[in-house]
Every structure is written in structure tokens, then in C-alpha cells.
């Protein structure tokens, strides 16, 4: 079994100051991990994925997260957000291994990134 | 570079009706998968298909058919629309299984039922 939690529905930052949105996980298995975003009215977009090597990892548009799995915890975080990064944030996981690839998906984080 | 491609992108739908939504990716993936998006609640998986011609139910199954004749069509089947199926759908596709593979997904299909 497996399961995800974001800690945080919402995120309220300033441009130019950093962003951390939270992610705990569960699974049975070595999980693969994924952060993806979500504009409004738009599908769900990659922003990176950790599959077992680099516990940090680096994603697209200055995102990063660390694996960590004494705490079992992979948060997301960016030095310093832009207005354009406001959208919801989704943790993922799924097993390391085969069975159709099947996602659990967090509750999502709404990022609000304010002037 | 199209990716993945539903259609229609809104529909409004009377109870007890019925309709397709359609699903269509361009990247050769064996896998896809249809998800329904409520609010606050994540993604849902309904059904997935590991190939054409092979499908198998996800964790909301109920109200919902698939069928996968083709790699690149993937439809979902509402036969008798509820007001619980009033939701914002997803397709995604992905290359072989294994969990290390990302999805990438459509932009969605927003369904309301009245």
C-alpha cells in the first residue's frame, strides 16, 4: 500500500523569497516519487521525478526536492518564486516496480505567489 | 508535438444520459490511464490500459466503460450520467510500466450533470 500527504493546502510566498511545499509518503515498495503542477484549466505537467538515484533532485523551472527516507518526506522547494510559479502543486508516488504504473496522488498544495 | 489530446474540453450533460469522452496520444505509449479530478480531493484513478486490447479497472470504477482498440485511442463511457460524476477528467499515457515512468497528461475534460 501506499499513500502521500501535503501538509499544506495553501502557500502564500512573496515574489523573490523561497517556496517549500511539503510532501510525506508511504509505500511498501522503493517508491518512485513525482512533483507535478497544475496551471488553471490545464493538465497536470512535470516538474521532476526521483527514481532511486540522487536523493536531490533538480526539475525544471529552478524546483528541487530532496529525498529523504529517514523522514519520509520529499519536499519541493525554489530559492526565490515568480508570479508565473502560481498554480497547485501535486506530490506523487508509485511503486518502483511494474503492476500498470498506478499513481497515488497528494491532496494538492495551492501556491499563491503575491507582489 | 500534440501529446495527449481529449476532447471536448466542456460539456454540459442531463441525467441519464450517456457520452464518450474521447482520448488520443501521439507518443506510442502502451500505457494510459483516465483519472477524474475533484476538488480538494487529488486524482482518481477509473480505468488503465497496459495495451490495445487490455484494460483493467482503477480505484473509481463505477458508472464508467473503457475499451482500447488501438494504441492511440483511449475513450471513456459514461452510460447513464449521475450528479456524482460531475468532475474534471484527465487522460494520461506513459511508456512501459514500472514506476519510474512519468505521465504525462491531457488537459482535461470538464463534465457537469445535471
Known amino acids: 500500500a501506499q499513500s502521500v500527504t501535503q501538509l499544506d493546502s495553501h502557500v502564500s510566498v512573496s515574489e523573490g523569497t523561497p517556496v517549500l511545499l511539503r510532501c510525506n509518503y508511504s509505500?511498501?515498495?522503493?517508491?518512485?516519487l513525482f512533483w507535478y503542477v497544475q496551471h488553471p484549466n490545464k493538465g497536470l505537467q512535470l516538474l521532476l521525478k526521483?527514481?532511486?538515484?540522487?536523493?536531490l533532485v533538480k526539475g525544471i523551472n529552478g524546483f528541487e526536492a530532496e529525498f529523504k527516507k529517514s523522514e519520509t518526506s520529499f519536499h519541493l522547494t525554489k530559492p526565490s518564486a515568480h508570479m508565473s510559479d502560481a498554480a497547485e502543486y501535486f506530490c506523487?508516488?508509485?511503486?518502483?516496480?511494474?503492476?500498470?504504473?498506478?499513481?497515488?496522488f497528494g491532496t494538492g498544495t495551492q501556491l499563491k505567489v503575491e507582489l | 508535438n500534440a501529446g495527449v489530446t481529449q476532447t471536448p474540453k466542456f460539456r454540459i450533460l442531463k441525467i441519464g444520459q450517456s457520452m464518450t469522452l474521447q482520448c488520443t496520444q501521439d507518443?506510442?505509449?502502451?500505457?494510459m490511464y483516465w483519472y477524474r479530478q475533484d476538488p480538494g480531493m487529488g486524482l482518481k484513478l477509473i480505468y488503465y490500459?497496459?495495451?490495445?486490447?487490455?484494460?483493467d479497472k482503477g480505484e473509481v470504477p463505477n458508472g464508467y466503460n473503457v475499451s482500447r482498440s488501438t494504441t492511440e485511442d483511449f475513450p471513456l463511457r459514461l452510460e447513464l450520467a449521475a450528479p456524482s460524476q460531475t468532475s474534471v477528467y484527465f487522460c494520461?499515457?506513459?511508456?512501459?510500466?514500472?514506476?519510474?515512468?512519468?505521465?504525462?497528461f491531457g488537459d482535461g475534460t470538464r463534465l457537469s450533470i445535471l
Open positions: 506523487v508516488v508509485s511503486p518502483f516496480t511494474g503492476g500498470g504504473n498506478k499513481l497515488t
Open positions: 509505500s511498501s515498495y522503493s517508491p518512485s
Open positions: 507518443m506510442n505509449h502502451n500505457y
Open positions: 526521483y527514481t532511486s538515484a540522487a536523493t
Open positions: 490500459s497496459v495495451g490495445a486490447g487490455i484494460t
Open positions: 494520461a499515457s506513459s511508456t512501459a510500466g514500472g514506476g519510474n515512468q512519468p505521465q504525462h
